[in-house]
């Protein structure tokens, strides 16, 4: 602890170079908290642990391929299923296609959907006022505060892949874990486009137990393997992560970026170090010459360097803090906001910036700690002139 | 004659550069009594650095024997030299080599911190080596609110903060104007005879010199000449020392 002082005025010496180093530290921490954090965000539960009794059931070939609207009995009489209900996306477009006005829209069987999904919850109006307008529309709560919409507004959505348009009403506004979609009753779209009657997107089952989320999967698919429209079924979670394997390997990605950020800070803190450890030559010379060892002499490089990046890390920590509600908030308004939902302030994530940074700041040490512990107090000396 | 605190017994120190080898002292030998003040002398390149190097434990010799009191140094590990420095030895440099970032003070305590005293004690011993060289009302300045005689000061404060038997000194008056070197030379001075200390000093000033009891002259790695003062707190005084120095 007496030699804290030292370390610490040591390391401010020169000001400006200290605070743009840490300042260089805490860009790329608070890119690598960002990236790490929409990482985690994927794989998190937004459902509060309801979502693992969900199983989605759609065509093997892909989710363009509709299946029988038939097959809905036969997988409700499958022990282990408790709900089974259709969800059809419909696409289209609201008012154009910038990404403000892009949300998720689908035909739903009203009077099933808060079964399947029963963490959602209806916050104004009711789910009897919603089931019982054909044309009416459940919204989610930002949907409706990015609108500026109230009960009874109606709006309109412009058919394109299915080249129907459908004027909707506002009947009910949820909140839940993506509070940007609507939901209305898929009939709307089969009374306009009657070609498209009794084919199906989606079954979502809402499973008994997790044993039957086990072996629902095969059973379900097993059942229509022979069938002109054969399933593939999987979980939720399974069903989401197909969606970002769409945008290609993120998880790679993303680790790519943040392995690239930790490198650069290595090179910023390694060169910061290293220039002060080689202008300080003489000093180390002197230090060693008072008694002080080896040993000691790494220890206080390194403390330096540590000193340095953990502040880098921890002001990068506070200023991610800070900035969270704010990130997750513009996220939760952008046509990412399915992927936002999940944010939060993840232990693990912060917990890995801090760590990556601590270890750059020793690794950035070492060198130019052992090469000052090493040189001689002679050589050292003679630097003077 | 009083015992022998420095013993140099056949000292060689090479280097080598690239494939030449250099031999800077060759089969030196030399005692030094405590409580003596000893000047060496020589031209540039004649080994005294080295040979201060040597006796303060920084540097080892090719072969040969050093021994301080009952320490063989030339012996000790690295670990060992370093403690054995922090005991036993004070240093002050031509360029006074104050850490810039820290006071009078602090640059006083920096010895100091190696040992095992509170920090009442380390306090208390600081702040009265800094009243030994009259600076006592400079404790909270930097090295750069001070003047070169005054920064040379707070070295030799530091120097002495522990303690030491043994003083060395390289060039202490060689970047100094002539009155604060003379103001280094009454300390050190003061520093032999009051307080009993050892003092080893380089020096290319015969001014310098004058003020030793004994003159050590080296040139080529060997001992040249050894001048001893007359009289029990004589000194070799300007005249002899320049001669000497010299080569006459």
Not at chain 1, 54 to 76: D, F, M, Q, T
Not at chain 2, 85 to 99: A, D, K, T, W
Request: charged content about 20%.
């Amino acid at each position: 602890m007496k030699f804290v002082p030292y370390v610490f005025r040591s390391l401010f010496r020169k000001k400006t170079r200290s605070i743009l180093t840490i300042v260089s530290i805490v860009l790329p921490f608070f890119v690598i908290c960002v990236l790490g954090t929409l990482l985690m965000a994927l794989d998190a539960d937004t459902s509060g642990g309801k979502g693992m009794y969900r199983l989605v059931v759609r065509h093997k070939v892909s989710l363009g391929n509709a299946i029988p609207e038939a097959y809905r009995e036969r997988i409700a009489q499958l022990p282990g299923v408790k709900d089974v209900t259709i969800l059809n996306w419909f696409g289209g477009t609201y008012k154009d296609n910038r990404p403000e006005n892009m949300f998720a829209r689908f035909g739903c069987e009203p009077d099933q959907l808060l079964a399947i999904f029963d963490e959602v919850t209806i916050v104004n109006g009711t789910a009897a006022d919603w089931t019982s307008d054909r044309s009416g529309a459940l919204v989610g709560e930002r949907l409706m505060k990015r609108y500026g919409w109230k009960l009874g507004d109606k709006f309109v959505l412009k058919g394109d892949y299915y080249p129907v348009n459908l004027e909707l009403t506002v009947r009910a506004v949820f909140r839940g874990s993506d509070e940007t979609g609507i939901y209305f009753d898929r009939k709307v779209v089969e009374e306009g486009l009657p070609a498209v009657k009794g084919q199906v997107g989606t079954f979502w089952i809402k499973a008994d137990s997790a044993e039957a989320v086990q072996r629902l999967p095969r059973v379900v698919d097993a059942l229509f393997e022979n069938s002109s429209a054969p399933t593939k079924t999987e979980t939720e979670k399974e069903f989401q992560n197909g969606f970002v394997s769409m945008l290609g390997n993120v998880r790679a990605i993303v680790t790519g970026i943040s392995t690239a950020i930790g490198l650069v800070i290595l090179l910023i803190s390694a060169n910061t170090m290293a220039m002060a450890a080689r202008e300080r030559v003489t000093e180390i010379a002197v230090l060693r010459t008072l008694g002080f060892g080896k040993p000691l002499i790494l220890t206080l490089i390194l403390a330096e360097s540590l000193f340095l990046s953990a502040t880098g890390a921890f002001v990068g920590l506070g200023l991610f803090r800070l900035a969270f509600p704010v990130l997750k908030e513009g996220l939760l308004n952008s046509p990412m906001a399915g992927f936002a939902a999940g944010m939060q302030l993840f232990p693990e994530v912060l917990l890995t910036g801090v760590g990556i940074t601590l270890l750059v700041g020793l690794v950035a040490g070492i060198v130019p700690a052992i090469r000052s512990a090493q040189r001689s107090i002679p050589d050292g000396l003679r630097q003077v002139g | 004659m009083a015992e022998p605190l420095i013993r140099i017994e056949n000292v060689v120190k090479q280097y080598t550069r690239d494939t030449q080898v250099l031999t800077v002292l060759d089969g030196l030998s030399l005692e030094v009594e405590k409580g003596d003040f000893v000047a060496l002398m020589g031209p540039s390149g004649s080994g005294k650095t080295t040979l201060l190097n040597l006796i303060a434990g920084i540097d080892r010799p090719t072969s040969g024997r050093i021994l301080v009191g009952a320490d063989e140094v030339s012996a000790m590990s690295e670990g060992a030299l370093a403690r054995w420095r922090s005991e036993n030895v004070g240093f002050i440099f031509q360029l006074y080599n104050l850490v810039p970032v820290l006071t009078a003070f602090e640059n006083v305590e920096l010895p100091l911190l190696l040992t095992r005293l509170s920090k009442a004690e380390r306090k208390k011993q600081a702040e009265t080596a800094l009243a030994v060289v009259a600076l006592s009302d400079r404790l909270d300045h930097y090295p750069r609110q001070l003047s070169g005689g005054q920064e040379q000061r707070v070295a030799i404060a530091r120097a002495i903060a522990t303690d030491p038997a043994l003083l060395v000194a390289d060039e202490p008056t060689g970047d100094l104007d002539s009155k604060s070197g003379e103001e280094i030379l009454v300390l050190l001075e003061r520093l032999h005879s009051e307080f009993g200390k050892t003092i080893v000093m380089v020096t290319h000033d015969p001014k310098a010199a004058a003020r030793a009891h004994r003159l050590v002259h080296l040139d080529k790695g060997v001992l040249k000449e050894d001048v001893r003062a007359k009289g029990e707190k004589g000194e070799i005084g300007v005249a002899a020392a320049a001669a000497i120095a010299a080569g006459r």
